[in-house]
């Protein structure tokens, strides 16, 4: 059979993507692209599960010889009590989105801070002596928070709707990086108004927008100044209502 322009065989190498949903997904598009343009006989299929079956659809790739997968919303932190072993990074932030298999042991992984920093690098945007405001407090914001700590930016401001979350990632930042100043906002109008100004550089790391149609709450790129850089983790649609907005900008 195929599987878009693949040739599937009973060779082929099966690698999985982990989620619920992942209905909006372009990631099969770009990995089967990406085999076929390296002639790999390798297939990537998304997967949806409710977190209520996480353990046993691990359980099913182990039996069935999944090479890998990749995991995204909500599956990243819950997956880790789960795997053989966690590595690094991954370990020390408690999220993982890369799964390998190793002689039928499933090793995790986080690459979502290393690729976050270098987009950065390949758009020339600095870091060190910034003010950087991150919206969210998932398994994404916690890769690129510890990595953002990293390049010595002035402040990093977190905001999410849930405050506990956000105060346990300030916290455990707080504990890795003495020195640094580590604030979280309250998801409030005119305390965010303040801080937009003084923002060098807005991260969207929710799945807000993911729709065509949403926006963070109370965010509005109207209030940064100009020079800004807004970043939205969100891949499809490839211009979120964020983006748009600061588009209309000029904003880079």
């Excluded at 402040?155 to 979280?184: P, Y």
Aim: charged residues 25%.
């Amino acid at each position: 059979m195929r599987y878009g322009e693949i040739i599937v065989n009973g060779n082929t190498k099966v690698i999985g993507l982990l989620g619920y949903p992942v209905e909006h997904t372009v990631s099969p598009f770009m990995q089967n692209s990406a085999f076929r343009a390296l002639n790999l006989d390798y297939v990537y299929v998304p997967f949806s599960i409710p977190p209520e079956n996480l353990l046993q659809a691990l359980k099913a790739m182990k039996v069935l010889n999944f090479v890998g997968f990749n995991v995204t919303i909500p599956h990243k932190r819950a997956i880790t009590k789960y795997l053989d072993k966690v590595e690094g990074f991954a370990r020390k932030i408690g999220c993982v989105n890369t799964v390998v298999n190793r002689e039928g042991e499933f090793l995790g992984f986080n690459t979502d801070g290393e690729g976050f920093l270098r987009s950065l690098k390949e758009e020339k945007v600095e870091i060190e002596g910034k003010d950087i405001l991150l919206i969210g407090a998932g398994g994404s914001a916690w890769a690129i928070a510890f990595s953002i700590m990293k390049k010595n930016p002035k402040r990093l401001f977190i905001l999410n709707r849930n405050m506990d979350n956000a105060e346990m990632l300030r916290l455990r930042l707080s504990m890795a990086f003495r020195k640094a100043t580590i604030l979280t906002l309250p998801h409030q109008k005119e305390p965010l108004k303040f801080t937009l100004q003084v923002t060098n550089l807005l991260i969207n790391a929710t799945p807000v927008g993911m729709d065509g149609k949403s926006m963070p709450e109370f965010i509005d790129p109207k209030h940064l100044s100009e020079g800004a850089v807004v970043y939205d983790l969100i891949y499809s649609p490839p211009l979120t209502p964020l983006l748009k907005k600061a588009k209309r900008r000029k904003l880079k």
